[in-house]
């Protein structure tokens, strides 16, 4: 089993380990019990996880003597509100949770979203676990303590930075993962050898088949390097003041198609055509060569993942809700910029007349 630990320096508390490896269950129970002592366990899951995962766990658990007990809820964005949340802090008090419970999120990065959240908030904060099952959780979601939920007018606009105790991602999960979902989590792989490694990306180039056959060898490499990207950054900057933005590349104008298509263009699609997006402005601006455009259009062609917009969303939308992204400052639309694979930088100054001429040659 590999360890990545993700040291923070507002207090050595607050660092934790991300324990990554193949068929890991008995060693993540025991690590538990050793590591993250609590009086009671609440394993919080949906119930796709709970079905193929839940009963496995939770034995395994109670069979070290913990004493342990699960939540769960629907599957999918659609429950990721507050409504939930309520939910399961009203099943929490029902099991007799108190300040010495730890909960252990089990799933997708709905699941740790939702639970980081709830572990942030309830009887002012108990500590969680995040057991990450899909490949999105396994490299992103779980990793640097963003939680929150939906609202009506858009997504994680209510949420904490709340780390966890550790993250333990099992390869092994990712066996039953559908296809699309696993679609979904190489759309942040390639996001993340973009942002940061030219090596990770060019192993993502001349292996897509074998990852996308699931090797577990390749697969553990590259959970690990997204890991490891991924902490150093939020060691940098945990609250997303500055460096930490990287990691939207590609999500600006994904976020706006997702939301605009009414969700049937999933976050990994949104990201793969915004990073196309993204990559085809930072070209017309004289930054990225047209070389590197097309590796990174190829790249996520061959993983499956859509480079194109779809007609029918209107390009005066997109824009509109590119204005309305949390993440902007004032009136300025951020886009993360490349200057080549593996440097990226943040430019706050897009004429929105380059945006929709991209828009709409991406329709094409
Ligand atoms: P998800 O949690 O909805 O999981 C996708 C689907 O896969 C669900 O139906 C789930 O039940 C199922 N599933 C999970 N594990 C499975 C397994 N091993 N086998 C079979 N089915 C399985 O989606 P996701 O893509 O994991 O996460 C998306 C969410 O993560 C979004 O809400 C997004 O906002 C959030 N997110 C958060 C961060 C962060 O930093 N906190 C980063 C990226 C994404």
């Known amino acids: ?4 630990k993700v040291n ?31 009086g009671r366990y609440v394993v919080i899951t949906d119930h796709v996880v709970s079905q193929l995962y839940g009963k496995k766990f939770i034995t395994a658990l109670k069979d070290i003597g913990l004493h342990v007990s699960l939540i769960e809820f629907p599957a999918g964005e659609s429950s990721k509100n507050i409504n939930t949340v309520m939910d399961i802090t009203g099943k929490l008090i029902e099991t007799g949770a108190d300040r010495e419970t730890c909960l252990i999120a089990l799933g997708g990065g709905v699941v740790g979203d939702m ?14 676990i995040q057991v990450p099952t899909t490949l999105v959780a396994q490299v992103d979601s779980s990793i640097g303590g963003k939680t929150g939920v ?16 550790a993250v333990f991602a099992n390869v092994s999960f990712l066996e039953t993962l559908p296809e699309k979902e696993f679609n979904n989590g190489l759309a942040e792989m390639i996001k993340y050898g973009i942002i940061d490694d030219e090596k990770m990306f060019r192993t993502l180039e001349d292996n897509m088949d074998t990852i996308k056959s699931r090797d577990s060898k ?9 890991c490891r990207i991924k902490k150093s950054v939020v060691e940098i900057d945990e609250k997303e003041q500055g460096l930490r ?4 590349f590609g999500h600006t104008l994904g976020h706006a198609l997702e939301a605009l298509s009414q969700y049937t263009i999933t976050h990994g699609e949104g990201v793969s055509i915004g990073m196309v997006g993204a990559a085809r402005i930072a070209e017309r601006m004289g930054y990225l060569k047209s070389s590197e455009t097309a590796r990174i259009e190829n790249l996520i062609c ?16 997109i824009i509109a809700h590119l204005k309305m ?35 709409e040659e991406m329709k094409k």
């Open 218 to 226: 390749m697969l553990l490499n590259l959970i690990e390097s997204c």
């Open 115 to 128: 639970a980081g959240f709830v572990a942030s908030v309830f009887m002012r904060s108990v500590p969680y």
């Open 150 to 165: 939906d609202l009506a007018y858009g997504k994680n606009l209510i949420g904490t930075f709340y780390q966890p105790g």
């Open 1 to 4: 089993m590999r360890t990545v």
């Open 8 to 38: 923070l320096d507002r207090k050595c508390s607050s660092s934790y380990d991300i324990y990554i490896g193949k068929d890991i269950m008995d060693r993540m129970t025991l690590l538990i019990a050793k590591n993250h002592k609590a």
């Open 245 to 248: 933005r990287i990691l939207n």
């Open 302 to 317: 061959h993983a499956g993942l859509p480079v194109k917009i779809p007609k029918s969303l209107d390009t005066e939308k």
């Open 325 to 359: 992204d949390k993440k902007r400052k004032g009136d300025v639309i951020h886009f993360v910029m490349l200057k080549k694979i593996g440097m990226p930088f943040i430019n706050g100054n897009i004429e929105q007349k380059l945006i929709a001429a991209v828009i």
